[in-house]
T-cell receptor, first 117, second 111 residues
Framework: DTEVTQTPKHLVMGMTNKKSLKCEQH?????MYWYKQKAKKPPELMFV???????INESVPSRFSPECPNSSLLNLHLHALQPEDSALYLC????????????????FGQGTRLTVV | GQSLEQPSEVTAVEGAIVQINCTYQ??????LSWYQQHDGGAPTFLSY????GLEETGRFSSFLSRSDSYGYLLLQELQMKDSASYFC????????????FGDGTTLTVKP
């Protein structure tokens, strides 16, 4: 199984709503990531979890709250979002790179296309 | 911090060969990756170079020169389905090994 599964595929939410994005992988990867991608732009890293612990937070606003309940699951809780937060949210996973030259290619899910109204 | 430069657009015809260049500036370089992304799809890993030289995977090859902070992706025998965005991404020690993506190159393959 070389898939990263994200749900839902599409989400429309109001600025006062609370919603969660979910991500699951069964490749035994111990690093999981959330990226945000706007149209015609590269993915921007938001959070990195390594061994279920948050290792990187790229100064993301607190209205985005990540959670890693176990080694296979990654959630992104959304609350009080703004219209400018509308984007494709991508989850990815990889092995944790210990050696300098270790290839830790990231496997991406298909993303959740979020629209904030 | 890091910065990556790659051309914004490249156009080629079916059957041709195209090279997409990527120059980078970073500290504590780990490696350079290439990803393909079709419109509406997820990025898909293509190749990774940590050491100088050429890595070949089927029709795609990737090259790295660490001394020049430069790499390229070479696509041979182009097919229409190769029309997509291609991102180079650099991983460096200063950022816990995380990858930073370039702005991407949109490749259009014409008949």
């Amino acid at each position: 199984d070389t898939e990263v599964t994200q749900t839902p595929k599409h989400l429309v939410m109001g600025m006062t709503n609370k919603k969660s994005l979910k991500c699951e992988q069964h490749m035994g990867h111990r690093a999981m990531y959330w990226y945000k991608q706007k149209a015609k732009k590269p993915p921007e890293l938001m959070f990195v979890y390594s061994y279920e612990k948050l290792s990187i937070n790229e100064s993301v606003p607190s209205r985005f709250s990540p959670e890693c309940p176990n080694s296979s699951l990654l959630n992104l809780h959304l609350h009080a979002l703004q219209p400018e937060d509308s984007a494709l949210y991508l989850c990815a996973s990889s092995q944790v790179g210990r050696a300098t030259n270790m290839n830790t290619e990231a496997f991406f899910g298909q993303g959740t296309r979020l629209t904030v109204v | 911090g890091q910065s990556l430069e790659q051309p914004s657009e490249v156009t080629a015809v079916e059957g041709a060969i195209v090279q997409i260049n990527c120059t980078y500036q970073t500290s504590g370089f780990y490696g350079l990756s290439w990803y393909q992304q079709h419109d509406g799809g997820a990025p898909t890993f293509l190749s990774y170079n940590a050491l100088d030289g050429l890595e070949e995977t089927g029709r795609f090859s990737s090259f790295l020169s660490r001394s020049d902070s430069y790499g390229y992706l070479l696509l041979q025998e182009l097919q229409m389905k190769d029309s997509a965005s291609y991102f180079c991404a650099v991983r460096d020690k200063a950022n816990a090994g995380k990858s930073t993506f370039g702005d991407g190159t949109t490749l259009t393959v014409k008949p």
